[in-house]
């Protein structure tokens, strides 16, 4: 059974930063291109970074650029998201994404709130 559990979101201060990670489990990590989305109350939901299968080339919104980065473990099958410098408009609920191929599989969200 394909799961994509993702963990460490919360509530920070603009400023702040937190540090998303994402699980992966029943099917093969390594093969998977992997990435993170995001989506606001009322937006479309909108790719935030993504990294290759073997973690050899990375790419960010330009809204995320310089303040977040993807990474991921293929020993242990989990992809992470830090971010710094968090801004009132990063706030949402952030879903990890895997790829190959026809396949996706999406996890269930964690939800960022950026506020003071």
């Known amino acids: 059974q394909v799961q994509l559990v993702e963990s460490g979101g919360g509530l920070v201060q603009p400023g702040g930063s937190l540090r998303l990670s994402c699980a992966a489990s029943?099917?093969?990590?390594?093969?998977?291109?992997m990435s993170w989305y995001r989506q606001a109350p009322g937006k479309e939901r909108e790719l935030v970074a993504a990294?290759?299968?073997?973690?050899?080339?990375?790419n960010y919104a330009d809204s995320v650029k310089g303040r977040f980065t993807i990474s991921r473990n293929n020993a242990k099958n989990t992809v992470s998201l830090e971010m710094n410098s968090l801004k009132p408009e990063d706030t949402a609920v952030y879903y990890c994404?895997?790829?190959?191929?026809?396949?996706?599989?999406w996890g269930q969200g964690t939800q960022v709130t950026v506020s003071s």
């Open positions: 990294i290759t299968s073997v973690g050899d080339g990375t």
């Open positions: 029943g099917f093969t990590f390594s093969r998977y291109a």
């Open positions: 994404k895997a790829a190959f191929a026809w396949r996706n599989y």
